[in-house]
């Protein structure tokens, strides 16, 4: 890969390994899935070396609002998102 931005189409019955490039590259991996429970169940498996985030439409805005803070912070290595999020938190 030659560290840049580069989107990666995976199929929901691939192995959960979406974590593998937020181990490798630089910057921040986003998943985006319209399954809220399923982000939720990956975003509490990653590995304690990779800290991640989710913002989805389910969430209120202030806890959206922290991650984004937390996000836009480098605090943030993987970002789980919800394919329906309003355009602004984009």
Request: hydrophobic share 40%; aromatic share 4%.
């Amino acid at each position: 890969m030659e560290k840049m931005s580069t989107p990666a189409v995976a199929p929901r019955e691939m192995p959960q390994r979406k974590e593998l490039p937020a181990l490798i590259l630089p910057g921040i991996t986003l998943v985006v899935s319209p399954l809220v429970a399923l982000m939720v169940d990956q975003l509490r498996k990653l590995p304690p070396i990779i800290p991640g985030g989710l913002i989805s439409s389910s969430q209120a805005s202030e806890e959206a609002s922290e991650t984004m803070d937390r996000l836009l912070g480098g605090d943030i290595k993987a970002n789980f998102h919800g394919s329906f999020v309003q355009k602004d938190y984009l």
